[in-house]
Nanobody
Framework: QVQLVESGGGLVQAGGSLRLSCAASGIIFSINTMAWYRQAPGKQRDLVAGITSGGSTNYADSVKGRFTISRDNTKKTVYLQMNSLKLEDTAVYYC????????????WGQGTQVTVSS
């Protein structure tokens, strides 16, 4: 059974930093894309950052220069370093793994709350 377990969310003041982690278990095939999405109350879930198996990254314009995504393939873990946090970064953050093993499989974490206060 595949599980994605997130950690690192919490409450932080504006301008502060948090580091999210998402570790996978039960995945035996190679992981293609790893990504972070977020969903604020009343809004749709949006891509924050993604990283391919080759290390190429992409970011939402709103987080460029402040957030950094990275991955550890050995640990099957993706990270999101969030600096200079703003009030509008408040959301539930979800990790996403795309696994290619014959067929494509999409896996999601359970979500972790990030709250930025003034």
């Amino acid at each position: 059974q595949v599980q994605l377990v997130e950690s690192g969310g919490g409450l932080v003041q504006a301008g502060g930093s948090l580091r999210l982690s998402c570790a996978a278990s039960g995945i035996i095939f190679s992981i293609n894309t790893m990504a972070w999405y977020r969903q604020a109350p009343g809004k749709q879930r949006d891509l924050v950052a993604g990283i391919t198996s080759g290390g190429s990254t992409n970011y939402a314009d709103s987080v460029k220069g402040r957030f950094t995504i990275s991955r550890d393939n050995t640990k099957k873990t993706v990270y999101l370093q969030m600096n200079s946090l703003k009030l509008e970064d408040t959301a539930v953050y979800y990790c996403y793994f795309q696994v290619m093993g014959g067929l494509r499989h999409d896996y999601w974490g359970q979500g972790t709350q990030v709250t930025v206060s003034s």
